[in-house]
């Protein structure tokens, strides 16, 4: 029972009464409506968690310069499609992203485990439809890693960890098209499942 209810009871003047149990429902208000903000705040940050967001502004011609988490990123045409080259065109992004998201979560789960390559590359490929729209039809990423000889088991975890678990754009790409993968490690090929489904569908 709070301060304010126990002095309440103990009041004998109705006067005294009124006044206690004025303040009884204002501190009532208040910290009810403190909490209905607390939670709406709450949401709105985790909205905003929830979803990411880009802009992009037309440079005219053909360049557009996309902002993404406060860094701008310059797309644009070559010449001979009216463009000045300025910056990539758009689709080598997506396999931009997927070679980000891949390589970021092998980099954090090996340095989780105290074991960091020496060296890491990736080449992503992505094969390419013949009419309209166009757009990729299989992605095939090699990585490229150079460690020592005892940490080439778990580096190989990492990668499928990655591929099977943790990368977001390597799920969303594998519900539209084959996403596959090869693993190269101190320049011993230790995986490739572009080989085995190639063996699988001979």
């Given at each position: 029972m709070s301060i304010r209810k126990k002095e309440y009871q103990r009041a004998t003047s109705a006067k005294k009464k009124m006044q206690l149990l004025l303040m009884i429902i204002c501190?009532?208000?208040?910290?009810?409506?403190?909490?209905k903000c607390l939670?709406?705040?709450?949401?709105?940050?985790?909205?905003?968690?929830?979803?990411?967001?880009?802009?992009?502004?037309?440079?005219?011609?053909?360049?557009?310069?996309?902002?993404?988490?406060?860094?701008?990123?310059?797309?644009?045409?070559?010449?001979?499609?009216?463009?000045?080259?300025?910056?990539?065109?758009?689709?080598?992004?997506?396999?931009?992203?997927?070679?980000?998201?891949?390589?970021?979560?092998?980099?954090?789960?090996?340095?989780?485990?105290?074991?960091?390559?020496?060296?890491?590359?990736?080449?992503?490929?992505?094969?390419?439809?013949?009419k309209a729209p166009i757009e990729y039809t299989a992605i095939h990423i090699m990585y490229d890693i150079k460690g020592g000889p005892e940490n080439k088991e778990a580096t190989l975890n990492a990668v499928t960890d990655s591929q099977e678990k943790y990368c977001g754009v390597s799920s969303m790409l594998k519900k539209a098209l084959p996403v596959t993968w090869e693993v190269t490690y101190n320049g011993e090929s230790i995986f490739n499942n572009k080989e085995q489904l190639a063996e699988l569908n001979s």
């Open positions: 501190s009532y208000d208040v910290r009810h409506v403190l909490k939670l709406l705040s709450s949401s709105q940050k985790l909205s905003k968690l929830m979803a990411h967001e880009i802009e992009v502004q037309w440079m005219g011609k053909m360049q557009f310069n996309a902002l993404v988490n406060g860094h701008t990123i310059i797309m644009d045409a070559p010449e001979r499609a009216g463009g000045e080259d300025n910056g990539p065109i758009p689709k080598p992004l997506v396999l931009t992203a997927l070679a980000g998201c891949s390589g970021m979560d092998i980099a954090a789960i090996s340095r989780k485990a105290g074991k960091d390559p020496y060296g890491f590359e990736m080449k992503v490929t992505g094969e390419i439809s013949k």
